[in-house]
């Protein structure tokens, strides 16, 4: 299966600022295939970005997906206090689909 | 608006049944497949199975096929997960998901319930 590795493990910023995620594949995911996800305490997860790029209905257009065959990026362009949670990328290019470890979003 | 409301947390004890529920509203529940992700303490996401309500047609992730078993009771729109004898190991807080098709057998997720924590312990 594949392993998708997330860095970093945490990010330290301030609102306002801008925030780069990264995704790195253990093989080329097929048709970049690859999803992000927000998770809040206590509030079901929320789907950001599809198909590495697409952004999911009633998403700012504050996030953005890039990448292909094994490296992805997740950037939040300016960081409102409430983008200070976990973040997860997914491939869904070959069963069985598969996430990160997740990225922590921080306030510095 | 599409939503997954998802039942209470549970504590239960080691050997203990359960029967967690997942009810979809705001679209076609027969229409479309639903599934379950774990998420175990500090730990990632891991990916259950889904299961198709219009014919209960269902498909298990490696990892959990005989440990949980999935299902659905399309009339009243409403997904199950039940384990017949849990384990300390069972706790984690558990997602109901509408997967949507990527074209190779694997699906993501556009649509997440709040999840259910169970909580398993002597």
């Known amino acids: 299966e594949i392993v998708l590795t997330q860095s970093p493990g945490t990010l330290s910023l301030s609102p306002g600022e801008r925030a780069t995620l990264s995704c790195r594949a253990s093989q080329s995911v097929r048709r970049s295939n690859l999803a992000w996800y927000q998770l809040q305490p206590g509030q079901a997860p929320r789907l950001l970005i599809y198909g590495a790029s697409s952004r999911a209905t009633g998403i700012p257009d504050r996030f953005s997906g890039s990448g292909s065959g094994t490296d992805f990026t997740l950037t939040i362009s300016r960081l409102e206090p409430e983008d200070f949670v976990v973040y997860y990328c997914q491939q869904y290019g070959s069963s069985p689909g598969t996430f990160g470890q997740g990225t922590k979003v921080e306030i510095k | 608006e599409v939503q997954l409301v998802q039942s209470r947390a549970e504590v239960k004890k080691p050997g203990e049944s359960l029967k967690i529920s997942c009810k979809g509203s705001?679209?076609?529940?027969?229409?479309?497949?639903i599934g379950w992700v774990r998420q175990m303490p500090g730990k990632g996401l891991e990916w259950m199975g889904i299961?198709?309500?219009?014919?209960?047609?269902?498909r298990y992730s490696p990892s959990f096929q005989g440990q949980v078993t999935m299902s659905v009771d399309k009339s009243i729109s409403t997904a199950y997960l039940q384990w017949s004898s849990l384990k300390a190991s069972d706790t984690a807080v558990y997602y109901c998901?509408?997967?949507?098709?990527?074209?190779?057998?694997?699906?993501?997720?556009?649509?997440w319930g709040q999840g259910t924590l169970v909580t398993v312990s002597s």
């Open positions: 998901v509408r997967p949507r098709d990527g074209g190779y057998g694997a699906f993501y997720f556009d649509y």
């Open positions: 705001g679209y076609s529940f027969s229409n479309y497949w």
């Open positions: 299961i198709y309500p219009g014919d209960s047609e269902s």
